[in-house]
C-alpha cells in the first residue's frame, strides 16, 4: 500500500506556492498518474519479468526517498513546476518494463497515453516525462550512453524547465535505489530465480547505499556471509563468492561514473565528491577481520596518475588475494 512519501509532501508544499488553478489542478494530476501506474502497472510487471529485482511501488517509493535524500536542504533547487515533472517521471521511468525489459525506457509512451488519454492539455507535460524518464538508462539514436545530453530544455505551462538538471536527478537516485528490498530471500533460498538473474538478486540482497551530503560521499556498504562451496567459497545460493566480488567491483565503477556523469549535468548534485564502499564479510555467524580498509574513488585527480581499477586502488582487493585471505580466516574461526 502506498503511504506518502517526503518528496511528495515537498512537491506539495512548493505547489502551494503557484497561482490558481495549476495549484490545485497540478497536485491532483500528479495523484491520477499515482493511482494509475500504482494500480494498473507496477503491480503486474512481475508477470511479465518475474526475474527482475523488484519494480514495484516499493522501487518508485525508493528512488522518491533517493531524490529527497540527494535534494537535501537545497529545496528550492527546483522550481514547483520542475519538481512536478521530476515526481510524474519518476512514476513512469520503470513501467516499460511491463512490456520486457529490453529498451523498457523506448515503451513509456503507450503507458503514458493510457494514463493521460491523449488530452490536449497534457502534451507538454508528456513531452518533458518521455525525456526525462526516457534518459535514465539506454543509449542515443548516434549510439552514445550519453543519453541526458539530448534533454533539452522544456517549457510547462509557460514556464521554462532545465529538463537536463530533472533527468540527471532521476538518473542518480535511479541507480542509488537498490538494496535488499529489491529482492526476496525467500525466493533466493528456494531457488526461484533464474541463474542468470541470480547474481543481481544476490547482489541486491548484500547492498546498502547511503547518500552521504555531510561527508560530500555515497557510501556503499556490502556484507556477505561466506559459505563453503563443493570446490571453493560461496555467497550462499549458488553464487560463487568470486563473481559476486567480481559483479560488485563493476557496480562499484558504474555508481561512481554515474555519480561523475549526472553531476556534469546538475550542480546540485556538486556536492558528491567521491564514492566510497564497505566490504563486511562473515562466517558462521562472525564476522572476520582481514583488516580491509574501505574502498574510496574521489575526484581528487593527481596529474600523471592514471585512473585505477579497484584491485589497484588496494591490491588487498584483488580477487585472488581477498579469496584467499577469506579462505584463511574461515579456516581459522572453524
Same mark, same amino acid.
Given at each position: ?192 530465480? %533464474?541463474?542468470?538473474?541470480? +547474481?543481481?538478486? $544476490? @547482489?541486491?540482497?548484500? =547492498? ?5 551530503? !555531510? *561527508? ?91 585512473? %585505477?581499477?579497484?584491485?589497484? +586502488?588496494?591490491? $588487498? @582487493?584483488?580477487?585472488? =588475494? ?5 579462505? !584463511? *580466516? ?5
Amino acid at each position: 500500500m502506498w503511504s506518502e512519501q517526503p518528496l511528495e509532501v515537498l512537491l506539495h508544499k512548493s505547489l502551494q506556492g503557484l497561482p490558481e488553478p495549476a495549484r490545485t489542478d497540478l497536485f491532483a494530476d500528479y495523484n491520477s498518474a499515482r493511482r494509475f501506474v500504482t494500480e494498473e502497472i507496477t503491480g503486474h510487471i512481475a508477470t511479465t519479468e518475474p526475474d527482475l529485482t523488484d519494480h514495484s511501488d516499493r522501487h518508485l517509493m525508493d528512488v522518491m526517498n533517493r531524490v529527497h535524500a540527494v535534494i537535501g536542504e537545497s529545496t528550492k533547487y527546483f522550481t514547483a513546476y520542475e519538481l512536478y515533472l521530476l515526481a510524474v517521471s519518476i512514476l513512469f521511468h520503470d513501467v516499460g518494463n511491463l512490456h520486457g525489459r529490453s529498451e523498457h525506457h523506448k515503451k513509456v509512451a503507450g503507458i503514458y497515453d493510457a494514463c493521460r488519454k491523449r488530452e490536449a492539455r497534457f502534451n507538454t507535460e508528456r513531452n518533458a516525462v518521455l525525456a526525462i524518464a526516457g534518459a535514465h538508462t539506454g543509449s542515443t539514436k548516434d549510439g552514445s550512453k550519453d543519453t541526458i545530453r539530448d534533454v533539452g530544455q522544456f517549457s510547462f505551462q509557460a514556464h521554462p524547465v532545465r529538463g537536463q538538471q530533472v533527468a540527471a536527478v532521476l538518473r542518480f537516485a535511479d541507480e542509488l535505489a537498490e538494496g535488499p528490498q529489491r529482492t526476496s530471500a525467500y525466493l533466493q533460498n528456494q531457488g526461484m530465480y %533464474k541463474p542468470d538473474s541470480r +547474481i543481481f538478486h $544476490k @547482489y541486491a540482497a548484500i =547492498t546498502d547505499y547511503c547518500v552521504d551530503p !555531510g *561527508a560530500e560521499r555515497i557510501a556503499l556498504t556490502y556484507n556477505i556471509d561466506v559459505e563453503r562451496g563443493h570446490s571453493e567459497l560461496e555467497a550462499g545460493n549458488a553464487v560463487l563468492l568470486t563473481q559476486l566480488l567480481t559483479f560488485s567491483y563493476s557496480r562499484i565503477t558504474k555508481l561512481d561514473q554515474e555519480r561523475r556523469y549526472c553531476k556534469h549535468y546538475c550542480d546540485l548534485l556538486s556536492v558528491f565528491k567521491e564514492t566510497g564502499a564497505w566490504f563486511n564479510f562473515f562466517y558462521d555467524g562472525q564476522k572476520l577481520d582481514l583488516g580491509l580498509e574501505p574502498i574510496v574513488i574521489s575526484d581528487l585527480i593527481v596529474p600523471g596518475e592514471l585512473t %585505477k581499477r579497484i584491485e589497484e +586502488i588496494d591490491t $588487498k @582487493y584483488k580477487v585472488s =588475494t581477498l579469496v584467499g585471505a577469506l579462505e !584463511g *580466516a574461515c579456516a581459522i574461526t572453524s
